[in-house]
């Protein structure tokens, strides 16, 4: 792919780097209209003029949408032919395969399609929101669900009396039983620090609707038919043996938006969590959560073919590789830091921020290389989401490096985008690493 507008900010450690936000603005474009059907009462409508009709901008924009949005139907106004190509990508190769299965049967259960339509024949928009969250009256736990390490909170009338973070690797685990005792053991936990407990709230990485588990990294060890008998249920599970009492789960970003718009008073808010993955929510500038998917670990920001590699979808240049531990393991070689290769993640991590604390300008490149990248993807989120306010969140924004990778980004919109304006928004060290706990509990109405 041919990228003729280049960067005027090049990261230190990744200067390949292709940000989708100049991939599409680059040259003339053929319009292409979408509406993306997750129910016939939930639609989401997109429009883009895609350079030249370039097939594989095309893909990266629509994939893009899928994950940000979520859909199991496609419905495509433009010329027959990309319709045509756009269809067999999702039916005969591996990329497209794996969108298509978990946008598909994995999280709607039908069959994904791409139908092409006449342009006056496009299905209208159909938007859900609601308010999510925000509840702060009386005796409450919430849990936080990262692929290293749980975090639970006791609250009470919305001030937290305990909270913990526990690590852990679930991934490795194949027993369903075993993951419903660690989180029960978390509840248990907390509620020792109450007198009684009225609700219980919780975020995840992964898919969540009406409680259920739809797709999860979390659960990637369990096998599918078990996956189906408990792992889909398991929250529902949990409220039962907590008597029934409210109890919602949902997607881990939709809890860092939320944090965001109750800590700043304000709607219109994008929140990005750079921790184990990647994990993205949105409140809209009314301050209500939508029905779109938010997954933008899978999004694509870098259209470098080359780019590196998402370990699950197998796809290039999506969000996950830049902004979440991965990136930092993966830029520790490029930096010449000496860590060793063979530690988990999270110790990698540990050990480039201590590195930073001594001001070691290997460990600063890394986070200067994620920054650049994170505004040039800021710049490419404002083209589908309607925002003013991005907060960050997550682990790797611990200690002096969060700071750098706000400087960066923020140094990337005033060279390049100086009419786009972010408010970047990074709590203190406790809010970030207990926030979307605490920040959980306010999500069951008593």
Request: proline share 6%; glycine share 8%; charged share 25%.
């Amino acid at each position: 792919m041919d990228v003729t507008q280049q960067p005027n900010v090049i990261t230190p450690l990744q200067p390949e780097f292709q940000p989708a936000v100049l991939a599409m603005r680059a040259r003339k474009g053929i319009k292409i209209e979408l509406a993306l059907e997750r129910s016939p009462d939930s639609i989401s409508r997109a429009a883009a003029d895609v350079p030249d009709g370039d097939f594989r901008l095309l893909e990266r924009w629509v994939k893009f949408l899928l994950w940000s949005r979520g859909a199991h139907r496609v419905h495509f106004s433009g010329p027959k032919e990309l319709c045509e190509q756009l269809r067999r990508h999702y039916a005969e190769s591996a990329t497209g395969k794996f969108d298509a299965e978990i946008m598909g049967r994995r999280i709607y259960e039908r069959a994904f399609e791409v139908v092409w339509c006449e342009a006056e024949k496009l299905p209208a928009g159909r938007e859900q929101s609601a308010a999510l969250g925000g509840h702060l009256n009386g005796c409450r736990i919430g849990f936080d669900l990262g692929a290293s390490d749980r975090k639970i909170a006791a609250v009470i009338d919305g001030e937290p009396v305990f909270t913990e973070e526990v690590p852990w690797d679930p991934r490795a685990h194949s027993d369903p039983q075993w993951h419903f005792e660690q989180i029960n053991d978390c509840l248990r936990r907390a509620a020792s620090h109450l007198p009684r407990v009225d609700a219980i709230g919780g975020s995840a990485a992964g898919v969540y609707v009406n409680n259920q588990v739809k797709v999860a990294s979390l659960f990637r060890g369990i096998p599918e038919d078990l996956f189906a008998r408990r792992i889909k249920g398991l929250f529902q599970e949990l409220k039962k043996a907590w008597n029934n009492i409210p109890f919602e789960v949902v997607n881990d970003g939709e809890v860092t938006a939320l944090a965001g718009a109750i800590a700043l008073k304000s709607g219109g808010v994008l929140g990005i969590s750079m921790g184990s993955s990647q994990a993205g929510g949105y409140v809209t500038p009314e301050g209500q959560i939508t029905s779109w998917l938010n997954e933008l670990a899978f999004a694509p920001i870098d259209y470098n073919p080359n780019a590196p590699v998402d370990e699950w979808s197998g796809d290039y240049g999506c969000g996950v590789q830049y902004f979440s531990q991965q990136a930092v393991g993966r830029l520790i070689a490029k930096a010449g830091l000496p860590v060793r290769s063979d530690l988990p993640l999270p110790e990698k991590l540990v050990k480039v921020q201590k590195a930073m604390a001594t001001h070691d300008e290997r460990a600063a490149s890394i986070y200067h290389t994620i920054g650049v990248c994170f505004g040039y993807a800021a710049a490419h989120y404002a083209s589908f989401y309607d925002f003013k306010h991005l907060l960050l969140l997550g682990r790797v924004t611990t200690g002096e490096g969060g700071a750098v990778i706000i400087s960066q980004a923020e140094r990337v919109l005033r060279e390049e985008f100086p009419d786009l304006k972010i408010h970047f928004h990074m709590p203190d060290e406790k809010e970030k690493r207990h926030g979307q706990a605490i920040a959980a509990a306010s999500l069951p109405l008593i």
